[in-house]
């Protein structure tokens, strides 16, 4: 079974439980905390947790600094943290081993990799790269039109079609410019499955 490591930088965790009780090797968890607290150190972030888990839940973990800057709370790993947007983070790190594979490119065209893609989006966003949409340059709305929609689709339809419904309209961010998007992780997304042919290629790499 691999191991997944599994770091929160500034107090943004990945655990919502008690992590204390399930971690079974503490000589490996004071290890962390000492990697952790140098981190926090060198560079002046307020508090990190960091974890290495796998299928049998938290192997070792480790927590250092406060839970608020100029607080003088202790983080521990008992602690409930906010996820936050800490998917992007793992997406961008499956999309570069994908490219250190040989399956993606930094410069691989969404509408390349997702052919049916081209006649339906609008023409502005034919040359979004993945490295556009990882970066937050695409042009991309910041959401698709309605997240709720098309509820009885299987899952990866449903993605294309949040993307085809999105952005039919022209882009509203100028090209080059800095838009933070969801939905341009979501299409990040959707060309690691489309070379990969899995569902969840974060489980799925796990797995493997």
């Not at 204390?20 to 290890?31: C, G, V, Y």
């Not at 999309?95 to 339906?120: F, N, Q, Y």
């Not at 999105?166 to 509203?172: E, G, I, V, Y």
């Amino acid at each position: 079974m691999k191991l997944i490591p599994c770091t929160a930088f500034a107090l943004i965790a990945v655990a919502t439980v008690s992590c204390a009780q399930t971690t079974r090797a503490p000589e490996a968890s004071n290890e962390i905390e000492a990697v952790v607290a140098e981190a926090v150190a060198e560079k002046g972030v307020p508090g990190m947790i960091a974890a290495i888990a796998d299928s049998d839940g938290v192997f070792a973990i480790g927590a250092s600094g406060v839970r608020k800057a100029g607080s003088d709370a202790v983080v521990t790993v008992d602690d409930l943290v906010h996820v936050g947007s800490c998917t992007k983070a793992m997406t961008s790190t499956v999309l570069a081993t994908l490219v250190a594979e040989g399956k993606l490119g930094w410069d691989s065209r969404l509408i390349d990799v997702i052919p049916e893609l081209a006649d339906t989006i609008h023409a502005d966003y034919h040359g979004a790269t993945l490295w556009d949409l990882v970066t937050h340059r695409a042009r991309f709305p910041a959401n698709a039109k309605s997240w709720c929609a098309h509820p009885d689709m299987e899952l990866k339809e449903r993605r294309i079609a949040h993307l085809k419904d999105t952005l039919r309209d022209a882009p509203k961010v100028g090209a080059g410019e800095y838009g933070y998007s969801n939905l341009g992780y979501m299409a990040a997304g959707c060309m690691a499955e489309a070379v990969t042919e899995e569902t969840s290629v974060v489980s799925a790499m796990a797995v493997n």
